[in-house]
């Protein structure tokens, strides 16, 4: 049986190009950039070449460019940094919003215990935040402002450059978790008056395990991991070379087949909203516009996530529903509240998230698959039986 994969929010497969741009620094060039004999000095110059066209990518100077360990790290290093320098002019405000990546939110969580105030932006019925509620939700101590560019479970757009514009009007740090952006759509740090901004190869078909942190020049940095002097003392530790090169190629690639991709993948998307919406009882979160070119989250009621995951991963369907949590526990998604939804709605989630690698065919088999399955598990099901009887009144 042939897998059809569809959860490329969660991780990409390396593309060839990613492959082959990796291999030469696992096995011929691996010296330490820091070194001063030849070996080590061939590394260091693919390192700053890699900066430099990294850099490229998303109109940054390269030295703003701070690689690290992934996104998970460059959000931690950002909103750290930002909180503990507007702390010192005795700012110890955040703006951010209710549907952030973890990432964000459990370092704001930890914050708030160390006695930061967070306002958490409401992202209404469409998940979407607007410059205004930034603009309002700003005071005179906040020390930052964190929105992320695209939301990886329903794949929402924000308003990004107007965000960014208003930040800059009232001087406020402004830091956006755009792991699901980069790559995918165009992205100018400079046109969209960004400070601080995260990135993940393993996103957009390079390596797990590396990923950027944008820092405009005159934002201060604090190094997170202490060591040694790599990264210009803003991040310690021996560079991951053949990942950065890697990651630099691949993104390379999305840039330059950015909008033939999303053409294509928008395509893809629309056939399949419009074939699952037929779906009784289905809805489409997020809103349907403003939304990343991949990106496919829907709720059906009467049924859980779970259930429907595993019974597609049975017909080699391997999606993902944002109603599982990792911990083990059945709370529903933190974004599907966010935007609203019933406990008992948000436990029927799906997302599907596309790759280039997706075909019509794949569509098809999705859209002959989910129904089937949807059916079967409302058969079974009590909740559905009182929805169908009357019992209980359907909420979509
Ligand atoms: C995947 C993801 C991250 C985490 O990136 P890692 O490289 O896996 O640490 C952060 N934010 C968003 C929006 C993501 O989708």
Known sequence: MKTIYVDNAATTAMSDTAIKAMTPYLK?????PSSLHTVGQVAKEALEDARVRFARLINADPKEI????????ADNQ?????AANGLKKGKKHIVSTAFEHHAVLHTLKKLEKEGFEVTYLDVGGKGLVTAEQVEKAIRPDTALVSVMYANNEIGTIQPIRQIGDACKRLGVVFHTDAVQAVGHIPVDVKADNIDMLAVSAHKFHGPKGVGALYC????????FIEGGAQERNRRAGTENIAGIVSMTAALEEACAHMSDNASKLTKLRDRLIDGLLKIPHSRLNGDRQMRLPANVNMCFEGIEGEGLLLYLDAEGICASSGSACTSGSLDPSHVLLAIGLPHEIAHGSLRISLSEN???????????????????????????????????????
């Open 216 to 223: 405009r020049r005159g934002i201060p940095l604090n190094s």
């Open 78 to 82: 950002a909103i750290r940094s930002a």
């Open 358 to 396: 997706n075909t019509d065919e794949d569509i098809d088999a999705i859209l002959q698959a989910v129904p089937k399955v949807v059916a079967k598990l409302r058969n079974m099901s009590p909740v559905w039986e009182a929805l169908e009887n009357g019992a209980k009144a359907h909420l979509i």
């Open 66 to 73: 701070y690689f690290t360990s992934g996104g998970s790290e």
């Open 28 to 32: 011929d060039v691996y010296g330490n």
